[in-house]
């Protein structure tokens, strides 16, 4: 694995521990603290730090001019500034790599010419908004900001995969006005909150039907190893994501960090929808990254069933109030983290020839 993905991939995992660390203090647990606004990290370093960079390296793999390696390294670039205690710098350095990012895909989008290209160009121009959200002091603004980035981003590469599906035509010009009618209340995020998050559950809502019905996974459920795995993988995300958007079209008045709703859209999405598109596609996307492809064996499962026990549980503190579910439930998200990692790693794989990007 050359330089211009092995920096990006240290980066990547250096935001994700850092943002595990950040989350568990800020659950309450007696850990040392670095940096005194770490913990006040957790969402940008989860975000823009680990799945900013993720996305941005594998959109320069997809795009293969070595020219687009610049932004996921920006974007680790970011979380390394930000971890030497330089925040706000480090959150200027985001919004750039962002813009990057919808270069590149605007680009590809131009190339492709297909809905889902088009829905990864919108997906891409909410990462460097979430970081201006982020400068501004709106922390639910770009909590939501973030939820548009990840949920378009997934659901345009579910797009890609599940170009083979017959469905009528009305099925297949839907994606892009679900995509426009996502975005749309993400934008007034900052002026009409609640209004942005009832277009926004609803909106997540109609995307979970739109993928549920025409998704490939119908077909794929049925085959057996890694398909499969990835498949109830994408079952689960989708039923969280449902679960997100009804916390979201419950609440009364709008997010504000610190509160229970608030925790629990967000983990709903994050945990439970993008950790488990996480699980399922890792084995899908590592050999273009790392160049080692993993075998996908039924143990695997126990992973996927922990992170939604821990999510249950930290959803449960939520509706509750009793902290200790919380902490229980944030703990074990890093417990299932853990175990999928060595599992992933004890059942071995193959290596296989990366190749080199175009220079431009």
């Known amino acids: 694995m050359n330089a211009v993905r092995t920096l990006p991939v240290a980066g990547a995992l250096a935001a994700l521990i850092a943002a595990i660390w950040a989350g568990l203090v800020r659950l309450g647990l007696p850990l040392p603290v670095p940096l005194a606004q770490w913990p006040l990290m957790h969402a940008a370093l989860f975000g823009c730090g680990f799945f900013g960079t993720v996305i941005a390296l594998e959109r320069a793999i997809a795009y293969g001019h070595e020219a687009a390696f610049a932004v996921p390294l920006a974007n680790a670039t970011a979380t390394i500034v ?44 909410f990462l460097p908004l979430a970081a201006v959200h982020v ?16 949920v378009l981003t997934i659901a345009a590469e579910r797009l890609e995969l599940s170009r083979v599906m017959p469905r009528p035509a009305w099925a297949s010009a839907l994606p892009p006005l679900l995509a426009f009618a996502l975005a749309v209340p993400v934008w007034f995020a900052v002026s009409h909150p609640l209004a942005a998050q009832r277009g926004l559950s609803i909106s997540l809502l109609a995307w979970v039907a739109w993928l549920v019905r025409f998704d490939v996974i119908r077909v794929t459920l049925r085959r057996p190893g890694q398909p499969r795995f990835t498949a109830v993988c994408l079952i689960s995300g989708y039923i969280w994501l449902a679960i997100a958007a009804l916390v979201l079209a419950g609440t009364n008045a709008p997010l504000g960090a610190g509160d229970t709703a608030y925790d629990a ?23 273009a990254i790392t160049g080692w492809r993993p075998r996908v064996r039924p143990v695997l499962y126990l992973a996927l069933a922990l992170l939604h026990l821990s999510l249950a549980l930290r959803l449960g503190g939520d509706a509750s109030g009793v902290a200790a579910l919380r902490q229980a439930g944030g703990t074990l998200h890093v417990a299932a983290l853990l175990v999928y990692a060595l599992l992933l790693a004890q059942g071995g794989g193959t290596r296989i020839r990366l190749s080199a990007p175009a220079k431009r």
Do not use: C, K, N
């Open 265 to 287: 859209v967000l983990h709903a999405v994050f945990v439970g929808f993008v950790m488990s598109m996480l699980f399922g596609h890792a084995p899908i996307i590592l050999p």
């Open 135 to 150: 400068l501004g002091g709106h922390s639910a603004a770009a909590a939501l900001s973030w939820i548009a980035f990840l």
């Open 82 to 125: 930000a971890l030497a205690g330089m925040w706000e710098l480090a959150l200027y350095i985001w919004v750039g790599a962002g813009v990057g990012l919808i270069v590149i895909a605007f680009l590809q989008a131009r190339a492709i010419r297909e809905p889902y290209a088009d829905v990864l160009t919108l997906a891409a121009s």
